[in-house]
C-alpha cells in the first residue's frame, strides 16, 4: 500500500483457535497491517476469519480494541456494537471453510505506537444425531361391476398402494369370497403383493366365478409391516336372462291343400338382457313351408330367425305360413335360446283333413248289340279327393237285359233286375275301383243302364246312365 510521502510494507500475522495449530483449531484469524504508517495519513488494515473444519461454527464474534492514537474512520462491515475501545462484529455462522472478510480505515493521529489487538469467539459445534420418524400407511381399494349373468366371470380389480412415507414390505392382499363364488376353485383371495415404495402402487384384476344368482358383496383387506386396511363393500348382482316361448295356428283344423299360419312369440321375462337371441321352429312332413316372416331362414322343415338382443321384458311376434300336405296332426315346435339362458320349449298342432271326391263313369263296350247277344259294361268308380271314401256302394238297374257274370273290387248279388255290388269299405285318395257286369239282351230297342252310386262321404246319391242300343 502506498502513501503520498513514502511506501509502506504489510504484514500478516495469524493465529487459530483454541489450540494455536491449524490442523486442531476450529477458527483462524488473519490480519494484514502496514508496519509503518504517516502521521494523520489515511491507512487500510484488514482481518480475515475463516472457518478451518467441515462444520459450521455458530454465533462467531470478532472484537477489535481500538488504541488511542488511531482514529477510525470507516469499518467494512461495520461492527456491530463498539463498548468504549472495543468494536464488536456478530458474524453469525461461519459454514465450513468459510472466510469473512473486514476492513478497517483510519489514521494515526499521534506519534505513538498502534498496538490493535484481535480475539474472537464461536460456539464449539453440538455433536448431534438425528433420527428420523416415519408414519407407514397402506390404502387397499375393491372395484366391482355392479350387475353380471351368471355364465360370465366378475372381474374384481384391486388397487393397493403405499401412502405413508416409508418403503413397505412383504405386501399381502387377501379377501375371503362369499357362498357361490370361487377364484380357481377356492373360496379366498391371495396376493402376495410384494413390497412398495412410498407412494408406490399395485394394480390387480382377480377374476371370480359365480356358481348361482344373487347379490354378492366383495371386500379386501391388505396388511405389510403392522399396518392395514380394509376396502369398501362392493356389491354384484348376478343374474340370469329367462326366456318364454308360445306358439299357436290361425285355425284348429284345416284341409290338404289349404294354407294356415303360424305365430310364435318370444319373451324375456327376466331383468337381464337375452343377448344372442335365436328362435327355430320346426314342421312336420305333413307341412309345406310357404312363406316365412322377419327375414328368418327356412331350410327343409326348420326356420330359424335371428332376433339378437331381446331387452329386459321385451318380446318378439314372429310367423310363417304353411300349406297342409296330407291328412293328419300338424305339428309345429317352437325353441328359443339366447346366451346364459335355458331353453324355452313351446308347441302348436292343428288337424288337416282331406276331402273325399268320388267319380262315377259307365260305358259298354260292344253297343250297339244283336237281341240274345251279350254287353259288357265296365263301372269305374275315381277318387278324385284327398281323403279316403268310406263304405261305397254300387247299384246297377237293367233295363231288356239279363244278368251273366261280374268280376271287380268287390262281388254282386242279383235280385230280379237289381244288381247289388257289395259295399266297398274304402277308397284312397286317387284311388280307383272298377267292376265289369255282363249282361245279354233280351228285347229290342234304346234300353237304358243305369248306376247308383252312395257312399258315407255323399249327402245324396250320384246316378249315372249309358244307353245300349239292342236289334
Given at each position: 500500500m502506498k502513501s503520498a510521502s513514502a511506501e509502506a510494507g504489510y504484514e500478516t500475522l495469524s493465529i487459530a483457535y483454541p489450540t494455536g495449530d491449524r490442523s486442531t483449531s476450529a477458527l483462524?484469524?488473519?490480519?494484514?497491517?502496514?508496519?509503518?504508517?504517516?502521521?494523520n495519513n489515511i491507512y487500510k488494515y484488514v482481518i480475515h476469519v475463516t472457518n478451518l473444519t467441515d462444520l459450521s461454527l455458530k454465533n462467531v464474534t470478532l472484537s477489535e480494541v481500538i488504541p488511542d492514537g488511531f482514529q477510525l474512520a470507516e469499518a467494512n462491515p461495520n461492527y456491530s456494537k463498539k463498548s468504549g475501545q472495543e468494536v464488536i462484529w456478530a458474524l453469525g455462522t461461519l459454514s465450513p471453510n468459510e472466510t469473512r472478510t473486514i476492513e478497517l480505515t483510519g489514521k494515526a493521529g499521534s506519534k505513538n505506537d498502534l498496538p490493535c489487538c484481535t480475539s474472537a469467539d464461536y460456539d464449539i459445534p453440538s455433536?448431534?444425531?438425528?433420527?428420523?420418524?416415519?408414519?407407514?400407511?397402506?390404502?387397499?381399494?375393491?372395484?366391482?361391476?355392479?350387475?353380471?349373468?351368471?355364465?360370465?366371470?366378475?372381474?374384481l380389480t384391486i388397487t393397493v398402494k403405499n401412502v405413508g412415507d416409508s418403503y413397505l414390505g412383504n405386501v399381502e392382499v387377501t379377501s375371503n369370497l362369499p357362498s357361490g363364488v370361487s377364484s380357481l376353485g377356492k373360496d379366498k383371495i391371495n396376493i402376495r403383493a410384494g413390497s412398495l415404495n412410498a407412494d408406490e402402487s399395485k394394480r390387480y384384476v382377480v377374476r371370480v366365478k359365480p356358481q348361482q344368482t344373487g347379490s354378492f358383496r366383495f371386500q379386501a383387506t391388505a396388511q405389510a409391516n403392522g399396518v392395514s386396511?380394509?376396502?369398501?363393500?362392493?356389491?354384484?348382482?348376478?343374474?340370469?336372462?329367462?326366456?318364454?316361448?308360445?306358439?299357436?295356428?290361425?285355425?284348429?283344423?284345416?284341409y290338404i291343400g289349404r294354407p294356415i299360419d303360424f305365430t310364435i312369440n318370444v319373451k324375456n321375462v327376466s331383468s337381464e338382457e337375452a343377448v344372442s337371441t335365436v328362435v327355430k321352429a320346426l314342421v312336420s312332413g305333413n307341412l309345406n313351408l310357404k312363406s316365412v316372416s322377419d327375414n328368418g331362414q327356412a331350410s327343409g322343415r326348420g326356420i330359424v330367425w335371428d332376433v339378437g338382443t331381446l331387452g329386459k321384458n321385451a318380446s318378439k311376434n314372429l310367423s310363417f305360413t304353411a300349406v297342409g300336405i296330407d291328412s293328419g296332426k300338424a305339428e309345429v315346435q317352437a325353441e328359443a335360446r339366447a346366451i346364459c339362458a335355458e331353453a324355452?320349449?313351446?308347441?302348436?298342432?292343428?288337424?288337416?283333413?282331406?276331402?273325399?271326391?268320388?267319380?262315377?263313369?259307365?260305358?259298354?263296350i260292344d253297343d250297339p248289340i244283336e237281341l240274345g247277344n251279350q254287353e259288357t259294361y265296365i263301372i269305374t268308380v275315381t277318387n278324385q279327393g284327398t281323403a279316403?271314401?268310406?263304405?261305397?256302394?254300387?247299384?246297377?238297374?237293367l233295363d231288356g237285359m239279363e244278368y251273366v257274370s261280374d268280376t271287380g273290387d268287390t262281388k254282386a248279388s242279383v235280385s230280379?233286375?237289381?244288381?247289388?255290388?257289395?259295399?266297398?269299405?274304402?277308397?284312397?285318395a286317387h284311388r280307383v275301383a272298377q267292376w265289369?257286369?255282363?249282361?245279354?239282351?233280351?228285347?229290342?230297342?234304346?234300353?237304358?243302364?243305369?248306376?247308383?252310386?252312395?257312399?258315407?262321404?255323399l249327402t245324396t246319391t250320384v246316378e249315372e246312365t249309358e244307353s245300349t242300343f239292342v236289334y
Open positions: 483462524l484469524i488473519e490480519k494484514i497491517y502496514p508496519r509503518v504508517v504517516i502521521l455433536f448431534c444425531s438425528t433420527t428420523s420418524v416415519v408414519q407407514p400407511a397402506i390404502s387397499i381399494d375393491l372395484d366391482a361391476p355392479s350387475s353380471v349373468t351368471v355364465c360370465e366371470e366378475i372381474p386396511d380394509e376396502s369398501s363393500t362392493q356389491t354384484t348382482n348376478v343374474g340370469q336372462p329367462e326366456l318364454t316361448i308360445s306358439a299357436r295356428s290361425s285355425r284348429d283344423e284345416i324355452a320349449v313351446a308347441k302348436s298342432s292343428a288337424s288337416i283333413e282331406g276331402i273325399p271326391a268320388l267319380l262315377l263313369e259307365v260305358i259298354d279316403t271314401a268310406k263304405n261305397i256302394d254300387v247299384v246297377a238297374i230280379g233286375n237289381k244288381v247289388d255290388f257289395a259295399t266297398l269299405p274304402r277308397l284312397g265289369k257286369l255282363t249282361t245279354k239282351g233280351t228285347k229290342t230297342g234304346d234300353l237304358r243302364f243305369k248306376i247308383i252310386m252312395n257312399s258315407d262321404d
